[in-house]
């Protein structure tokens, strides 16, 4: 196995940042969007999007960038990194545009899938480049680095989405991708090579139509329960049962196929499958939480979406702060002492939310929200380098790829979930009080607390309003508890993942010493296959 060419120290420097500006544009997304929400739901200033709508507004493009992410990596073998790298660039902010102009909530849906498609073509090509680009002990040193756009994105993201709703309309939010992209692809054909491998892997479209399908109608199964509030109807228990037949019928490809982009064979190790699916399950929690924590600060405490973006810094203060704690108390006393009590807190930071009411204070909002943040910030980092650490390194790679698609299901199914079990409980509670609501707008004031509000505004009701906020209280308080019992499982079966024996918990532990953020491990070096130059030097475009 041939080492990539060895560029100037300047140069990986310079390719570094324009990667890091890379990550922090999905990560801006990412975060952008949940402060946006209670305006889209709003029937004046957005686009009156149902619960329904917005969870798939979410959904579609953690959705597309879950099932496309694994043939992503196949294209940037084929055709070069950088080439694929800049391509989802280019469907990112055309598809951004698409969103910040959309005219009701089909559009924006659509338009989030094709971010969701961007997405999936810019985060492999991102990290294949960054492993071309270093090696030896400089690798781990600049995934680290890397890894802190995640914080500022997590951090910055609100606030901006804050800024921008305050003195803009919501559009405004996914237009700011569009410059952050533009100085991305300056960067990208100044600075980065167009790395590839010599082996070209297969796109698999079998195994890519059978998770997407799969997917899609699981979600719009689970989605669907919360809409009409019942699980018996075949509009309901249909898709679901399809999306669960076609996921398997993924699985089984996926197993047969010579060179898979997703390997399931992997999962049936203990640590690997077990670990993975312990964090699914806990970005299944933190996507769900994140979903409620949008609508109780803007919508049941009237927030302004500055203010909420302010709110919201804790927990990426937390997350920050908590990668590299727990990446030294794990060199210290090893993996299971850490992670396990760390997921066990934040299980019980997810329930704690069932104590909040309209009345509660700002502090204690603030506090409940760093704790989440920093414990599972402390169980993240650490887990995710075992978990690619216990595999042997030819497979580190492909491991890499499971980890992450195992982790963007989980919060597509928390989003479809969460929701559902909110709206359900939401319907359920303010039942009582359309009684004296006139016929016509009945039905619209039991979508959402969102609707309600603005029926009340209009037939001018308050107690209508109040009756709203209360309803969607106790629908937060329910979905708490359901989200803390599903971090309880995971902590269950985190420990199952690490109960593999002690000699092996600290090994991968101490392997994950001194990479503090890292997210996957250090793929092996492919075959070079670099199209600028043939020389073990690669030219400069600059």
Known sequence: MTAPPTLPKSRQRSILAVLMVCSLLIWLDNTVLGITLETLADPVEGLGASPAELQWATGAYTLVFATLMLTAGAL??????????????????????????????????????????GAALIMPANFAILLWTFTGPGRAT?????????????????????????????????????????????????????????????????GMLLSISGLAALTYGLIRAGQVGAWSRP?????????????????????????????????VQRMFGAGNASMALLFFC???????????????????????????????????????????????????????????????????VGFLELDSPLVWIEILLLAQGLSVGMVMAPVTGALISSLPLDRSGAGSAVTSTARQVGSVIGIAVGGTIMSIAYRSAI???????????????????????????????????????????????VGAVWIMVIALFATAVLVIALSTGRKTGEETAEKTEGKTGETTGPAPAPEPHHEEARSPEPRSTA
């Open 76 to 117: 940037g073998d084929s055709f070069g990194h950088r080439n694929v790298l800049a391509v989802g660039l280019v469907v990112f902010a055309g598809a951004s545009i698409w969103a910040a102009y959309a005219g009701d909530a089909g559009q924006l849906i659509a338009a989030r899938a094709a971010m969701g498609v």
């Open 142 to 206: 600049a995934i680290a680095i890397s890894s802190t756009s995640t914080g500022v994105g997590m951090a910055a993201g609100p606030v901006l989405a804050g800024v921008l709703l305050d003195h803009f309309w919501w559009g405004s939010v996914f237009l700011v991708n569009v410059p952050i992209v533009v100085l991305a692809l300056a960067g990208i054909v100044l600075l980065v090579p167009n790395f590839r491998s010599a082996t070209v892997r297969p796109l698999n479209p079998s």
């Open 235 to 267: 509009d309901v228990w249909a898709p679901i049962a399809a999306g669960l037949v076609l996921l398997a019928g993924f699985v089984f490809v996926e197993a047969r196929a010579k060179e898979p982009g997703f390997d399931p064979r992997m999962l």
């Open 286 to 352: 933190v996507a769900a939480v994140t979903f409620y924590n949008a609508f109780y600060l803007q919508g049941a405490l009237g927030y302004s979406p500055m203010k909420a973006g302010l709110a919201n810094v804790p927990t990426a203060l937390g997350a920050v702060v908590g990668a590299p704690l727990g990446a030294r108390l794990v060199a210290r006393w090893s993996l299971r002492p850490v992670a396990v009590p760390a997921l066990a807190v934040a299980a019980f930071s997810f329930g704690a």
């Open 431 to 477: 039942e009582p009080s359309l009684n004296e609501v006139p016929e016509g707008y009945r039905d619209t004031a039991g979508i959402s607390a969102e609707q309600a509000r603005h029926v009340a505004g209009t037939l001018d009701r308050p107690a209508l309003a109040q009756a709203a906020d209360h309803a969607f209280i106790h629908a937060m308080h």
